[in-house]
């Protein structure tokens, strides 16, 4: 399983790291034209950032070089950066503190909405700690925030697949998915799924919210399940109710949550 790093900082104990936010019109070969050229002048580019853009919009990458042994300076680079020609402006993000280097561009978006990013040790405080103070209480409410969560997020989700023409049950959830997948909150395998009938079985592989809860005595998820009831509820066009059978909390390989219509 492939692990994808959103690194917005950067620590490198020891290296002088200069970022570069360039600005130009989409174009086949664009990005290669900028790497070469940095390439080219013998500089190790550490991390890169991409915005999705189509072909004739203005696009944005930001690159992290490292000048640790370079004599060139980060001005002299910019500006030959902006002489290739779909390149429109380019920004120099010099460290305030040395060995640290930060993406700042705010705020975030994921798709059209803004976001945050939250790594374990947050969600640590979220998912974990919160039940903690609050006992049973605050496992219904995570449950609810869930479900919440999941009937927003697969109500936009649903309106984008629409625009592709993609309407069909089967796409549906074949897009919940690979979107749950890529927000990192597990791997979602389909085992057992009805339309007419409504009823639904996933595995759960790598589950945030019942790797952070280990060890358990019994079922942990309350927040990753009221999300899949959310966006099973939105899929169904009823309100539907997740109960988890297997958790990895527990000591199982994966976590697996049986979807059924609520009452």
Known sequence: ???FSVDRFLFSPGRRLIG??????SRRGTLASVTGLISDMGLDITYCSTKATVEGEEGRVLLVVD?????????SVAGRLESLGAINRVEVIRPRVEGFIADTAFPLIVGSARAVLLDESALRGLLISFREHLGSGG???LYHIGLDVGRERWTYILQMAEEINAESFSDKVLIAADVFRSMGYGVMKVEELKEETPYARFEIWDCIECQLGRPSKRPFSQFIRGLLAGLTSIIYGREMYAKENRCLAMGAPYCEFEI????
């Open 139 to 141: 496992e219904a409410m």
């Open 67 to 75: 000048f640790t042994d370079a004599t060139r300076d980060p001005g």
């Open 20 to 25: 570069f936010v360039v600005r130009g019109v």
């Open 260 to 263: 059924k219509p609520q009452g």
């Open 1 to 3: 399983m492939d692990r």
